[in-house]
């Protein structure tokens, strides 16, 4: 009997290592790979992270390095044991050559350290690629890329603050797509605020401007920036009531920077609505 009873022990000992064992060759829970790209056969899921709005400093095609904010995923795969070795350069090739096919632009390789950067243009959006690639393991590290969304918006009080000290007030919270003069409906919580502070003091009048970055020609800027300053006008005197005769919509273009336009973070500022005191 004790013959017998040994082996069943051992064997349930080695299937239980073994169902261990595979479990941890399973995908991290609330990990998924990219919607624009597969993983390697035979890899899994074994580090994952996600913010909403994040940075990283990629490698550029000058070889220095360029910080870009957005959407933020890191995803890290690992090789299932006794599955073949595809080799690090096959597997950066592979995640090359996947992304040139929808759009893709390779804008760093290097093979001492095993790294490429890839900016892949797509529906209107802008995604930089990183991978680190290993034997038996590679590393994404992606910025799908977008300005942050302003959730904090100043108040009527803080804004009439500032436009009877300097004569105006830059508005942040007031979004409009890449090219576009639509306001978008997340643009509510600063408007309320303008109507407010046009409402507590009714003897004020404004121009409201718009302002731009550089990217693109002047001219179509000066048209962008002067038809998303109507918009502005049009919204507080339809939705929120104010006299039109209070509001004169003007563009600029990029012609008022507050910030260097050579940065991100500088372009952003930039892009701004201003209220300046007739």
């Not at 624009?36 to 994040?54: A, E, Q």
């Not at 006794?82 to 050559?97: F, M, V, W």
């Not at 003897?203 to 920036?225: A, R």
Request: aromatic share 8%; net charge positive; glycine share 8%.
């Amino acid at each position: 009997m004790k013959k017998i009873v040994v082996p069943i022990l051992i064997l349930s000992f080695v299937f239980s290592f073994f169902c261990t064992a595979m479990a941890g060759e399973e995908d991290i829970k609330g990990s998924k790979d990219l919607p624009i790209l597969t993983r390697m056969p035979d890899f899994y899921i074994s580090g994952y992270k996600y913010n909403d709005f994040d940075t990283h400093r990629f490698n550029d095609q000058t070889k220095k390095y360029v910080n870009i904010e957005g959407q933020k995923y890191y995803i890290e795969y690992k090789l299932k044991k006794g599955a073949t070795e595809p080799g690090e350069l096959k597997i950066r090739r592979n995640i090359q050559d996947a992304l040139i096919k929808i759009g893709g632009n390779v804008v760093f390789d290097d093979n001492f350290n095993k790294t490429s950067t890839i900016v892949v243009q797509k529906d209107g959006n802008e995604t930089w690629v990183e991978v680190r690639s290993y034997n038996n393991m590679y590393r994404l590290t992606v910025i799908e890329k977008k300005a942050m969304a302003q959730e904090v918006v100043a108040k009527a009080e803080a804004m009439g603050n500032d436009i009877h000290a300097t004569g105006h007030v830059s508005i942040y919270g007031i979004y409009f797509d890449t090219g576009k003069s639509e306001i978008k409906p997340e643009s509510d919580a600063a408007l309320t605020e303008i109507a407010k502070l046009l409402k507590n003091d009714a003897g004020l009048k404004v121009y409201v401007v718009g302002h731009t970055d550089s990217v693109g020609s002047f001219d179509s800027n000066m048209k962008l920036s002067k038809d998303r300053a109507e918009a502005v006008t049009k919204a507080l005197a339809g939705k929120y009531g104010i006299a039109p005769d209070r509001l004169k919509s003007h563009g600029v273009s990029s012609l008022s920077p507050v910030s260097s336009n050579d940065t991100e973070e500088g372009k952003q500022k930039n892009r701004r609505v201003e209220l300046v005191k007739q």
